[in-house]
Every structure is written in C-alpha cells, then in structure tokens.
T-cell receptor, first 114, second 112 residues
Framework: AQSVTQLGSHVSVSEGALVLLRCNYSSSVPPYLFWYVQYPNQGLQLLLKYTSAATLVKGINGFEAEFKKSETSFHLTKPSAHMSDAAEYFCAVSGRNYGQNFVFGPGTRLSVLP | KAGVTQTPRYLIKTRGQQVTLSCSPISGHRSVSWYQQTPGQGLQFLFEYFSETQRNKGNFPGRFSGRQFSNSRSEMNVSTLELGDSALYLC???????????FGSGTRLTVV
C-alpha cells in the first residue's frame, strides 16, 4: 500500500524567504511522485512530477523537488517566496501502471507574510 | 486547448436525493478519474474510467457510481445523499491514465 505524509499542516514564510515543504512517502514499488497546488475554490494544478528520470525535478513558478530514495522523501523548495505562492500544496504518489490512482498527502497550507 | 470542464460548479441537494455530476475531459484524453475532497478526509480516489470501462475503484460505498461515454465524457452519480457526502468533487483526465493528469475546477456539492 502507498501512503504520503506531509510534515506541517501550515507553514508560514516571509516574502523573499526560502520555501520548504516536506513530503515523505511509503511505497512497496518504485513510485511516481507529484506536487500539486490548490488555490481557493480551484482544482489542482500540477507543479512538478518525478517519473524516474532526473532526481532533481524543476517545475513551474520556480519550484523544484528532489527525489531521495534513501530518505523516501520528495521535498518541495523555492528559493524566494512570492505573495502569489500562498495556497495549499499536496504531495501525491502513484504506481507505475496504467489507471493507477493518486494517493494524496493531507496537504500543507503555505502563508506568505509581507 | 480547453481544460477539464466540470458542471455544475455548485450544487445544493437534500438528504436522500440523488445527484449527477459531469466531467468533460481534455480533447483526446481517454482516461477520467474522480476524487472527493473534504476537510476531514482530504483527497480520496473514487474511480477511474478508460475507454468506457471502469479500470480502478476506490473504497467508497455502492451509492457512488460512474460511467464514461464513447466521447470520453464522464458522469458520476451519488444516490441517497448523506450529509457526509458534502464535498468538492474533482475530475481529472489523462491521455492514457499513466501520470499526465489534468484536474478540473471541481463541483462543490452541499447536502442539507
């Protein structure tokens, strides 16, 4: 069975500061890993995905994440936070077969302080 | 190109009623998945359809059902609504159901 944990349900950073959102996964097989962002009253937007190519994955809006198999982690980072980054962030894991569903983490709400 | 379209955006229903939600995938996408999002349970997988066949199913009661049409549009139905069914229902589509999913904006269902 697969599972995802996200440390910190709420993270606050100052504008211009480093953003670090933590994600750890559990999977019996090598997974695919994803980060999604959700703005209020919106669906989910894909930030980036790991599908077993490079372990450092770059996504949209300046975000990146590094897959560390030894730590079963896929933490999301951004060097400099912007006010528009305030949103809910979800880490997700899926299997590598067709039709595999996402298992989402509980989410981390990011607040950006001026 | 147009994204994933979910209709309606908002719904209010009474306990015991049934409801049908609609999802139009991105053109050419053949896989459609449905998720329920609630504050208490987070995002949970309902089911996935590919070429009109249910290929994967989550752990929800039989009151939750879905189908997919030949044009890949999908509907989900919830019968005998309960207060706990109040949620944001998200649809996602993909070319083949591997990993390139795009989500719609969701239908917010409120059961009173």
């Amino acid at each position: 069975a697969q599972s995802v944990t996200q440390l910190g349900s709420h993270v606050s950073v100052s504008e211009g500061a480093l953003v670090l959102l933590r994600c750890n996964y559990s999977s019996s097989v090598p997974p695919y890993l994803f980060w999604y962002v959700q703005y209020p009253n919106q669906g989910l937007q894909l930030l980036l995905k790991y599908t077993s190519a490079a372990t450092l994955v770059k996504g949209i809006n300046g975000f990146e994440a590094e897959f560390k198999k030894s730590e079963t982690s896929f933490h999301l980072t951004k060097p400099s936070a912007h006010m528009s980054d305030a949103a809910e962030y979800f880490c997700a894991v899926s299997g590598r077969n067709y039709g595999q569903n996402f298992v989402f983490g509980p989410g981390t709400r990011l607040s950006v302080l001026p | 190109k147009a994204g994933v379209t979910q209709t309606p955006r908002y719904l209010i229903k009474t306990r015991g009623q049934q409801v049908t939600l609609s999802c139009s995938p991105i053109s050419g996408h053949r896989s459609v998945s449905w998720y329920q999002q609630t504050p208490g349970q987070g995002l949970q997988f309902l089911f996935e359809y590919f070429s009109e066949t249910q290929r994967n199913k989550g752990n929800f009661p039989g009151r939750f059902s879905g189908r997919q049409f030949s044009n890949s549009r999908s509907e989900m139905n919830v019968s005998t609504l309960e207060l706990g069914d109040s949620a944001l229902y998200l649809c996602a589509s993909s070319l083949d159901g591997l990993y390139g999913y795009t989500f719609g904006s969701g239908t917010r269902l409120t059961v009173v």
